[in-house]
């Protein structure tokens, strides 16, 4: 009995690994985006970056179930003002030379709900600016579209296809980033908001 037990808990891990896709969030259509905003009470900044990488593995019975890890090229970092932009990409605030990625890493999904294709949680992470990480928890909706890559490549590639939202806050100074500083003109508080999708090609 301890062999067909083994046996088949050994199955139903194979199963499950089986029934696990990844999905590949460098987007060639350049599509994928981040927006960040910063409020400070005499100036509002808003931001984006298309600089995405990653991968995301996740069950699609399960789509809420979901782990990986999401990169963004700093240096892709745009806000409207050349001049901002300049002193944001520098030493004194992110210092992309030295810093080049910024990453978020899944560590676990509490408080999962499933809705047919969809799924939505509670994402604790590790998020990583400036060299420095933090655990932060951010709500996701995942999506799963099967077969839905060919209606985003205009046909010319089939597979699968795995959306992903979410919008969350982090305090620049807890990354070391002036800290305190022009409090007036640069929020300390950054809300930032993920729109992407990961393709999954069939092979």
């Known amino acids: ?42 100036e509002s900044i808003s931001g984006t970056t298309n600089g995405i990488s990653g991968t995301i593995t996740a069950d699609p019975a399960n789509p809420e179930d979901i782990k990986g890890k999401i990169m963004v ?4 970092l745009t806000v409207p003002n050349p001049m901002m932009q300049e002193h944001m990409l520098g030493g004194e605030w992110l210092d992309t030379a030295k810093h080049p990625e910024i990453t978020f890493e899944i560590k676990d999904v509490l408080n999962s709900k ?5 799924g939505t949680a509670e994402v604790k992470g590790i998020f990583t600016l400036k060299g420095v990480s933090k655990e932060v928890i951010v709500p996701v909706k995942v999506t799963y579209l099967p077969g839905r890559l060919a209606d985003r490549t205009g046909g010319k590639i089939e597979g699968d296809l795995l959306v992903v939202r979410t919008n969350f806050q982090i305090n620049r100074g807890d990354y070391g980033i002036k ?17 992407l999708a990961g393709a999954a090609p069939k092979k």
């Open 1 to 42: 009995m301890k062999i067909q037990a083994l046996a088949l808990a050994a199955l139903l891990a194979t199963q499950a690994f089986a029934d696990e896709i990844a999905f590949d969030f460098k987007d060639p259509k350049g599509v994928n985006n981040i927006v960040f905003k910063l409020d400070a009470p005499l």
């Open 114 to 118: 499933k809705d047919g294709n969809s």
């Open 179 to 195: 800290q305190g500083e022009n409090l007036d003109k640069v929020s300390d508080v950054i809300d930032i908001s993920l729109a």
């Open 73 to 76: 090229d700093a240096k892709t």
